[in-house]
């Protein structure tokens, strides 16, 4: 607890949600190019039409050709090359802070000193 001129006061808990948020980001940024096969290939089946990396084909739904749109979501499919490894790094960054930091607020807390942001003034 942290006592404010005379009035009792919870000492806030630790982030988890900040925490959880960014692992969401850090997973779908790392996974995005398979959403983005999954997409593709869901909607050619759906049509039956034939999608692969070696050039575009014709692919009509409604009137519309729609061959270059999933050529193109089928080959983003790659960057999951470079996505993939750069979320391994940013989940082992964010789980080394997140490490840190618990330890950090554990500390804190164990030893009766109060979070880092200040109490808001008192009116008087």
Aim: proline share 9%.
């Amino acid at each position: 607890m942290i006592w404010n001129r005379g009035h009792e006061r919870q000492a806030k808990g630790f982030p988890w949600l900040w925490y959880l948020l960014v692992l969401f980001l850090i997973v779908a940024f790392a996974f995005a190019p398979i959403g983005s096969v999954i997409l593709c290939g869901t909607i050619a089946n759906a049509y039956g039409c034939k999608v692969d990396e070696g050039s575009v084909h014709p692919c009509i739904i409604n009137g519309h050709d729609y061959g270059e749109l999933l050529y193109s979501l089928g080959v983003m499919g790659w960057f999951m090359l470079v996505t993939i490894p750069g979320g391994l790094v940013a989940f082992a960054s964010w789980l080394i802070f997140l490490i840190l930091h618990r330890i950090a607020w554990r500390k804190r807390l164990s030893a009766g000193i109060p979070p880092p942001i200040p109490p808001p003034p008192a009116t008087a």
